[in-house]
């Protein structure tokens, strides 16, 4: 069983910065890939930033050079450092753990709320 745990979403003001953590627990190998999704009110879950066991990143072109995707294999951790954050960013964080064949296992944090004001 794998369990997927955010925390470090919060109301932050414009041009702010947040660090969300995902901690997974279970049979996670270092080769899956760990990625932040997203879903604002009314809209569709989009990829944010994901990381693959190698360190390759990929990023939304609305967040690039705003935000960085890290991991920690031994810690089984991902992590999202977001600075000059906007009101767009605001939505619902999700973290994304996945085997490189999804169909392996595709495994879902409950999320964490981020909210940036004006």
């Known amino acids: 069983q794998v369990q997927l745990v955010e925390s470090g979403g919060g109301l932050v003001q414009l041009g702010g910065s947040l660090r969300l953590s995902c901690a997974a627990s279970g049979n996670i190998l270092s080769i899956y890939r760990m990625g932040w999704y997203r879903q604002a009110p009314g809209k569709q879950r989009e990829l944010v930033a994901s990381?693959?066991?190698?360190?390759?990143?990929n990023y939304a072109n609305s967040v690039k050079g705003r935000f960085t995707i890290s991991r920690d294999n031994a810690q089984n951790t991902v992590y999202l450092q977001m600075n000059g954050l906007k009101p767009d960013d605001t939505a619902v964080y999700y973290c994304?753990?996945?085997?490189?064949?999804?169909?392996?296992?595709?495994?879902w944090g409950k999320g964490t709320l981020v909210t940036v004001s004006l």
């Open positions: 994304n753990v996945r085997h490189p064949t999804a169909a392996l296992g595709n495994y």
């Open positions: 990381i693959t066991s190698g360190g390759n990143t």
